[in-house]
């Protein structure tokens, strides 16, 4: 299996038929608890918080895709972020990126804050900036690339050195690339991160999360935190994320043509001012996305001329191919407002900062027809 091609890992990375029918696809083991031949003699599985034999297929078929070793999954992206958060002690410090999930900065700041962890968020377009808030505390780098939701490209094999040279734990947030356009693992991160809810999943039906690495003593402190916290998915779920991996690497492939006729057209509308995809060559960091991606993927973002949020909102609002949403990577398209949606627990000035100014539309283009998809953009802008 290590030697094979992406999309064959995809369907097959993980699953056998199964030993008793034959069924091409892995059963959904709805169970809570396994019978045991002597007590403490079982056949690798007494829990299913534990362990579950559909979620272990599913975890056998992410760590393939990543090419790592392990993989774990969890009851949701978040569920998957608070596991590798219990991995550090009160006074440890993180450097975390400064545009990020809404979600994870309210985590950061509003939970594990509480609890004497200290977080950094730094500008990581260049990744030299990391080095000037480093200390005897820092125990971990926190980074999303492409960013979410200014596409901004953070250069992983720079951060792996600095982690590498200061023993830090070097985590990636790769949902928005998949790892079908990006593996972090190869280009020296400690753990990889997803929102399997995304592209994953995607089909919008399920909600999970995914840690993968190669590291045999991460693993196990983090299947100890899954295991004893619980947020663990059930067998349907896993069902679910496992069907939609097999069409992953051709998801994907439309996702990255659409948003690059998306992205181009949006660049020039004349109500438009910038817009952020990591394959303009004038996008910030374009040569390291060229290097570490393998295309530009489906995730874009623009601003309205004059930062007039009614204008966003109306075009938002006028929408009808695309859906006004939460999430991401499904295949069906969406539209965000990340300062009211996504990004609405990160304070306003924390915000501006980093770049979500208030006319920030986020676009998840799905896998319909382009012409649709242009078509219902024109009729939108024309409308605001």
């Known amino acids: ?44 599985y007494a829990y299913a918080r534990g362990k579950n034999p559909t979620r272990v297929a599913l975890e056998k078929c992410i760590a393939a895709l990543e090419n790592a070793k392990h993989g774990l999954c969890f009851s949701s992206g978040q569920g998957a972020e608070d596991a590798i958060i219990k991995l550090l002690r009160p006074g440890d ?6 545009d990020l999930y809404g979600g994870s900065y309210r985590m950061f700041t509003k939970i594990f804050a509480h609890y004497g962890i200290v977080f950094h968020f730094v500008n990581m377009h260049d990744a030299n900036e990391i080095k000037n808030h480093l200390n005897a505390k820092t125990k971990m780098l926190w980074v999303e690339t492409p960013t979410n ?24 947030d790769n949902t928005f690339a998949s790892p079908y356009l990006q593996n972090p693992l190869d280009l020296g991160a400690a753990i990889v991160m997803h929102s399997a809810t995304k592209y994953l999943g995607g089909h919008s039906d399920v909600v999970m999360g995914a840690l993968c ?5 991460l693993y196990e402190e983090l299947a100890f935190i899954a295991n004893s916290c619980g947020a663990t998915p059930g067998p349907m779920d896993s069902f679910l994320v496992m069907r939609g991996i097999k069409t992953l690497h051709v998801r994907m492939q439309a996702h990255c043509k659409n948003g690059k006729e998306i992205a181009h057209y949006l660049k020039t509308h004349p109500k438009i001012d910038k817009v952020f995809w990591p394959g303009f060559e004038d996008h910030p960091n374009h040569q390291i996305a060229k290097e570490q991606m ?27 191919v695309f859906s006004l949403a939460e999430s991401l990577g499904g295949v069906e398209s969406l539209a965000g407002h990340p300062a009211s949606m996504t990004h609405a627990s990160i304070p306003k000035a924390e915000r501006e900062k980093s770049g979500v100014v208030d006319s920030l539309i986020r676009l998840s283009v799905g896998i319909e027809d382009i012409e649709d998809l242009l078509a219902d ?8």
């Open 1 to 44: 299996m290590k030697n094979m091609k992406f999309g064959t890992k995809a369907i097959h990375a993980g699953q056998e038929p199964d030993p008793s029918t034959g069924a091409i696809m892995t059963p959904i083991y709805q169970t809570s608890t396994y019978v045991q031949e002597s007590p403490g003699k079982h056949k690798g």
């Open 377 to 384: 953009l024109k009729q939108a802008l024309d409308a605001c």
């Open 294 to 320: 393998r295309d530009f993927g489906g995730m874009i973002s623009f601003t309205m001329k004059g930062n007039d949020m009614d204008a966003a909102f109306r075009m938002a609002s006028a929408l009808k």
């Open 213 to 217: 690495t190669n590291s045999d003593s």
């Open 149 to 172: 939701p200014l596409m901004k490209i953070i250069d992983i094999k720079a951060c792996a050195k600095i982690a590498d040279d200061n023993k830090l734990i070097l985590v990636v």
């Open 93 to 98: 410090e993180v450097i975390a990126t400064d």
